[in-house]
Structures are given as C-alpha cells and as structure tokens.
C-alpha cells in the first residue's frame, strides 16, 4: 500500500508549494477588501507556522520536512523564499523555523476563563510576501518543480513521497501543462508517487467545487486542465478531508475549483497532512 | 495477594537516540503506571513522566487530580523565554496516555485505569482472559482520547461515564500475569496468536529491545516507542515461602 512510510527524522517528507503570482492575482476576493496573492500569502505563512509547531519539540525543531516555495510571474519560476533560504529550493523545517524574513505581532482576542475577554500580542512569522505582476508561466513552474523533486526522489528513496501544493486563479501562458505534470506525477519514491495538488482560487462569488471525482460540474476546460493534472487523493487524506465534513470518496481528485478563502485554508490543511510523524 | 513486577522495558522508536523516548512508567509499592507521550506534541515525555509519578501515589485520577499536573507541568515553564515556534508548541499542548493499575482493597480484585491507547492484559495459564481498552487489533486505528496539558482538552474525565468507560476490574488468582504495555506492543499482542508466549519469555530490557528491532524489521510491529510492564499476582502462600 503506498503512501504509508512513517514520517521520521532519518525519512522526512517534502512539501514544496508552487504559486501563481502573475498580475492577476492581485485583483480582490470576492466579499473582502484583501488580494488573492495577499489571502494566499496569509495562508502560506500560517501553513508554515503551523507546520514548524506540529515539528517543535521542548528539545528543538524536528526535521520531518523539506519544504520549499516556487513563485511564478512576471519573473519567471524561481525561488520564492528570502535570504538563506532562497540558496535551494528546499529547505529542512529547522531552517524555515530559523529564517523568517520578520516575525510581525498581532494582536489577538482570548476568553480570560472568567467571563471576560484579553486581549493577547502574539508573534506571527512571515516568510512569504504577495506579489502580482507579468503573466503566468505555469509550465516553467512545474519543470522546475519536477526538476527539484526528481533528484529529491532518489536521495530518500524510503520516504513517504513529495505533495506539490499549486496554487492558480488563471490560465497559464507559457503552453499547456498537462504533460508536465503527468510528468511530474511519475517521479516516485518506494512508498508512491508525488503527489500534486490544485487549487483554482477565484474572485468570483462562487459556490466552489472541492475534490470533485470527475470533470462533471466543473465549468471550462480550463478547470478540467487542472482537474486531470491533479492526483488521486490517498486514502488517509480521503479522510481527513471526511473529518472537515467534505464530500470525499476515493475517487476524488486533489483539486478544488472557484476556491474562497476558507477553501484556501481548508485545502492547505489537507494537503500538509501526509501520514503520521513519527 | 499482592503485586510484583517482573519486568519494565522500553525501547525507544529510534533505536540510537535512547534520549527520545517519550513513554515513561512508574512503579509503586501497589500501584503501577504507563504512559505514552503523542509525538506530536511538545514535551509529551515531561507530561507522561509527571502523570505516571503522580497516578502511583495517588490513583484517584478526577478533574482537580488532572488540573493539579496541568498546573504542575504549566509551571514548569518559562514560557516568555521561549523562542516563537517553541511559544506556539507549547500553546498546542502535549498529550499521553495513561494506564494504572492498583490492586483493590479486597486484595483479590486489579483496577485498571486506561486513559488512550495503552493496553492492559489479563493473562493466566498462557492465555489472555481479558485485555482492556480494546480486545482486537484493529481497535488501535481509532483516534485515542488522550489527557493534555490543554485544560479544555481533559473535560471528558468530568462526564459521568469516564470511570464506567475509562476503567476495569479484572479477579485475579496467584500467578496471573498483568502486562501493561503501549500501542505498539498492544496491537501486536492482540494481532499475532505467538505474541503472549514470546512476551512471556522476555526477561530483560536487552532481550525487549532485541524483540522489538526483530518485529519491526519484519514489519509486525509498528515503529514506535515501545513498553511493557510485566506484573505478576503473588499469593500469600508464595509469600510465606518466600
């Protein structure tokens, strides 16, 4: 059975999010005064917090992850991540954890446990800034993503295999991708094969469509593009997504169309939540 | 009768790194206790060692006893000199089981207590009579209800079916054996009929780890921190001899 490998520090799993970053981005999500690339970029660095405290321990930072960030946009494909980790692509948690670009206070509301409210300061680290400029070469994204992961593959052969998160509202303009990300999708490790996540975010108000099992209901043939260069979800990110109260079976595509903020959140959750650390 | 224990052995998930393993036990003149801190978590061994020390002198685990280790465990913390992911950890709590057991004032009765996924088996004549929480293997897929250092994450020991839930009695005769042991070793225990003759047999913490290295290379036994207690019935005849 694949994508069961314990996720352990001599085995980590890779996590590498490709975003689109091209000039559309920066119009508004509908019903909010904020970008797509802003939201997307709220969330990205909250998925790495989160993803650097699930690893934290009283005795330091666990490496059960590679994690890397590709931007594509006006600039082409390239490293998105700042300062000593825009030396690789990916990076070991215990680096993320270690290089913010700022860690930002934010000021937070919480129950005192008697009746009344606080307010707290909380530190919020960000890596990750929004950008939106230039077109959206997407097929340049997922070459550099393959290149990256394929030479990952063959140094942990052992671990559970890489989950590429991409993030799109739009069409690419450097060619079709398809083939690239069959491409990309055939690179394995013993325990399966990368993994590749959609998420179409719009600026539509929209009722989105998550992790559909076929192209029915899905609007264009753009949303069908991405529909088919999506993986199968694996069974335990079936349920996990169930857990959220989805609509999931095993058919279902790790894909989500017309996505609103709190599908954006939900889809990272997802997607970050390969097997069980060990 | 009383109890004595025959063997406490624990190996750690990653056999180089001793240093790591976050199951802790503790053993009282009467009272014994397991406990297996969730990996992810922040400091999941602090919280399982302060649960077993703390359930061996006093097992009437209740929410003031529960609030009295958070408090205990929040404590030990500076929490302001942490650095922000390790503030953030902290935050999110560490959690673990916990599995006592006492013999009861009658003298003929084990009490068990689990608390997750830790196992307690009943064995007598190289057969297991009973085994709590779970009697098959597949039980160990469910997501266990754990205790944490989360004030709001232990209301269910308040609800009034926990002891009816959480807890056991089991009649024992002179020369039962009791094993305690942690999910890994419980699910193999309950998924492998050989299992209970080859525990059995172990009589070292070496000869365990031996064990538990064999089981995983053949892919038996789950990777993990693995424990087990081993607790023998004495009657008092056996006493007397003694």
Known sequence: MPYQAPIQRTDPTALLFVVDQSSSMGDRMAD???????????????????????????????????????????????????????????????????????????????????????????????????????????????SKAAEELAAWCDNHPNSYPPTVLHITDGESTDGSPEQLAEGLRQFQTND??????????????????????????????????????????????VKV??????????????????ADAAEIVDFFDIGTRPAQLR | MRLRIDLAASVAKDLKRPDLN????????????????ASESYDSRTWARLLTEAYVLDQGVCVPWVADR???????????????????????????????????????DAEVLAIGDSLAAHVRD???????????????????RLLSTLAAANDFVGESNFFTNSSITWPVRPNDQILLVTDAVGHWLLAHEEALTTLSVVSSNEEFGQLVADRRLDKTMRLDDSTILRIVVEGDELEQQA
């Open chain 1, 192 to 237: 399966g094969n990368i993994l590749l996540l959609n998420l179409h975010v719009s600026s539509l108000a929209a009722t989105p469509i998550s992790f559909p099992a076929n192209e029915t209901g899905l609007p264009d043939q753009y949303a069908k593009l991405l529909f088919r260069m999506s993986s199968l979800l694996p069974t335990h990110l």
């Open chain 2, 126 to 144: 190289g057969v297991i009579l009973d085994s709590f929480p779970f009697q098959h293997a597949e039980q160990f897929d469910a997501r266990p």
């Open chain 2, 22 to 37: 976050e199951d802790a036990y503790a053993l009282g003149d009467a009272r014994f206790a397991l406990s297996d801190g």
């Open chain 2, 70 to 108: 958070v408090r205990t465990y929040l404590d030990s913390t500076d929490f302001a000199s942490l650095s922000w992911s390790k503030q953030a950890a902290f935050e999110r709590g560490s959690f673990a089981t916990l599995l006592g057991l006492e013999l009861a004032p009658n003298g003929t």
């Open chain 1, 241 to 258: 997504a169930q857990e959220k109260g989805r609509t999931v079976s095993n058919e279902s595509r790790g894909y989500v169309f017309n």
């Open chain 1, 32 to 142: 909010s005064e904020r970008t797509k690339a802003q939201i997307v970029a709220d969330v990205l660095n909250k998925t790495l917090m989160q993803m650097v405290t699930r690893c934290a321990k009283a005795d330091g930072v666990r490496d059960y992850f590679d994690i890397g960030v590709i931007g594509y946009g006006g600039s082409g494909a390239r490293n998105a991540l700042m300062g000593s980790l825009s030396q690789q692509i990916l990076n070991p948690i215990s680096a993320i954890e270690a290089n913010p670009v700022r860690i930002e206070e934010r000021r937070r509301k919480i129950d005192d446990g008697a009746g009344g409210i606080i307010e707290q300061t909380v530190k919020f680290p960000v890596w990750f800034e929004p950008q939106a400029n230039g077109g959206t070469p997407m097929c340049a994204a997922i």
